[in-house]
């Protein structure tokens, strides 16, 4: 691969240490592969000294996806970003992992179309780290999460072999494979190459702010659209105290005074937009909204969302440090569930801000606090189990979009059975028996039977 493609110093192995959930081990090696080739190549090299490899996109990734935790060789697909094929009347691209999400959207914007997942990270984060996190984004409400976009892979397992699941149309006979790799966060097989599917851009866009001086009007208008029979392309919310600090930070201009905002999106064809925003617009006002404003310009839509993808950065100006959960719950019991994460900001005397995909439920409670004080780290902690246990008491689960990774392996008892997690583990193993690709994520420790038993059996090391 030639010298350049390989970090082997420790000053550089450093910035391959942690990615944006925190900082873990560091790994022997960090390489650049251009090619599904060089990729096979790493991976039988790794192999040969029985070294772990964990894939790497951007290193956005909220829950500690893309670090190594007992050492091995990171692959970053940084240098894999071609748009390998363009097929507008079908209405598909096949690109390299490495292509940055948004850039994939820019290549096809003038001729009037776009690739639909939008992580509020799609200025860096790249489409192999969205189909292994199965990420979702703001018009995940309208558009589903990645996997829905996915049409076919490329991918080269730890063996070397390199796989084609799925294809260029929908309804392939066999196994769904490509849905089993999606969200399968690297654990499978490194992914090569992904065909996805475009979207055609709306004829309209209507995108509002409504603006509430209590939270509880806003949630209860989330219900209350849906109730409608409305489904927007995005349905977003902030509560007062996130939305000033994205003011101070983006000049967006979400007014300081107000308790929530939510940012609503409709579009479609040209009438059937209008007339889904008037309602929208009356829904929120008979919900208490003070306020309901309409962008009126290209900019003024680009400007309202610029404030809401930029958020998580704008709390990095007012706290040393800050810990994203991501759970999700029915939307019906948005209000109950601000009132509880409150309670528990109170007991463990944290500042909890709110920012959420509040039309699927999908919550993002960031909790503010310093990681130099180990008190306050433990307090963040505990409070961050309650808000995850209380999500999954009302019915919904311990992530919506940021994935498991080492971050919350241990939590998945909470959603799956013992035999749930045992067929998981079973079926890791067909892909990755020896376990040596992305080891300790997503599945708990000691619950990996199938990937224990099949060491064992081939006398390697448990
Ligand atoms: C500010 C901010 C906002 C965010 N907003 C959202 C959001 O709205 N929605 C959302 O879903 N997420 C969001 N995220 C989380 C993150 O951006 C997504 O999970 C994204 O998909 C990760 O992409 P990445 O390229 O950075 O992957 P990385 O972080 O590099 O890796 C993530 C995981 O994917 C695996 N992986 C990467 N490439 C490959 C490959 N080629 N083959 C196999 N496995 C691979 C890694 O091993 C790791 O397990 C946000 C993060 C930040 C920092």
Redesign the pocket.
Known sequence: MGPDAVLWRPEDLMLYEY??LSSVTQPQAVVFPTSTDQVVGIVKIASQAKLPV?????????????VVTEGGIV???SR?KKILEIDLENRRARVQ??V??LDLSLAVSDEGYYFA??????K???????????????H?LAYG??TNHVLGLE?VLPSGEVIHTGGTYWDRPGYDLTGF?VG?????????E?TVRLCRKPEAVKTLLAVYDAVVGATRSVAAITARGITPAALEMMDGFTLRAVEEATHAGYPMDSAAVLLIEVEGLREAAEENAEAVEEVCRENCAREVRRAKSAEERDLLWRGR?????ALGRISPSYY?Q?GVIPRTRLPEMLEFIEQVGKLHQLRIGNIF?AGDGNL?PLLMFDARDKDQSQRVLKAAEAILTKCVEMGGSIT????V?IEKRDLMPLIFSDDDLEMMGRLKAVFNPRGDL?PG??LPAGRMCGELRVQVSQGGEV
């Open positions: 990615d944006a964990v894939a790497r996109g951007a290193g956005t990734g909220l829950s500690g996806g893309a692959i970053v697909t894999m992992p490495g940055v999400n997942p939008d992580p509020s990270s799609q860096a984060c790249t489409i192999g780290g969205n189909v292994a996190e199965n990420a979702g984004g703001p995940t999460v990645t991918a790799i399968s966060e690297g654990t499978l097989g490194i992914v090569t992904i993808k930029n958020a998580f950065g994203v991501d995909h993002h919506g979009e940021h994935g990774g992305n994520k997503l």
